[in-house]
């Protein structure tokens, strides 16, 4: 069954620090999201990617943050000046148009800031 | 804004036992609810629901939606160990841009005992 593959499963930095969070999603799908978890919350969107370019963004998505799609497979999101606060489970997830089994997600990024 | 409650935020069960879930929700424009079982760490898709009455089954598990009172229950019966989750339920609207961005409930957390 094809998967949401995610790099690093762990990722420790320092505050202030930049870290680039990897995501290869399936191979034909179209849209392409980040969503972030904090220990003990809800799962919350981030961003939505389709066509090259961002299609939707939450609040918590500001200037931190940004997304790239590099080539035609990787879709990676990049966070500037890391604060304890961003630390969470980053979640990258993919769908293919009108899917009918919703999202598939990756196994997450856990990112503890320092 | 959309939002989903889920209820009860936790439940303790013996093998065996038949359990019910509930999500209501509220959504500017639904186009689908989502359930998904988050063990250790990627949710992963259960059911996706567009339709009222209709009742969708895998297996043990079962899941129905009303359209008009805004809800959504997922059975589980003859629950066995292995269910033993976060079962979260996600509403996804229908939005102009297509990026289809889903909003989570907190989950209901199901422990089965021996």
């Known amino acids: 069954e094809p998967e949401v593959t995610q790099t690093p499963s762990h990722q420790v930095t320092q505050m202030g620090q930049e870290v680039i969070l990897r995501c290869v999603p399936i191979s034909n799908h179209l849209y392409f999201y980040w969503y972030r978890q904090i220990l003990g919350q809800k799962v919350e969107f981030l961003v939505s990617f389709y066509n090259n370019e961002i299609s939707e963004k939450s609040e918590i998505f500001d200037d931190q943050f940004s997304v790239e799609r590099p080539d035609g497979s990787n879709f990676t999101l990049k966070i500037r000046s890391t604060k304890l606060e961003d630390s969470a489970m980053y979640f990258c997830a993919s769908r293919d148009r009108g899917s009918h089994y919703g999202y598939t997600f990756g196994s997450g990024t856990r990112l503890t800031v320092v | 804004e959309d939002k989903v409650v889920q209820s009860p935020l936790s439940l303790v069960v013996h093998e065996g036992d038949t359990v019910t879930l509930n999500c209501s929700y509220e959504v500017t424009n639904f186009r689908s609810l989502l359930w998904y079982k988050q063990e250790k760490k990627a949710p992963t898709f259960l059911f996706m629901l567009?339709?009222?009455?209709i009742e969708k089954k895998s297996g043990r598990l079962s899941s129905i939606l009303d359209k008009k009172e805004l809800f959504s229950i997922l059975n589980i019966t003859a629950t066995q160990t292995g269910d033993s989750a976060i079962y979260l339920c996600a509403v996804e609207p229908e939005d102009g841009a297509g990026s289809y961005q889903l909003t989570f409930g907190k989950g209901t957390k199901l422990s089965v005992i021996p």
């Open positions: 567009t339709s009222s009455g």
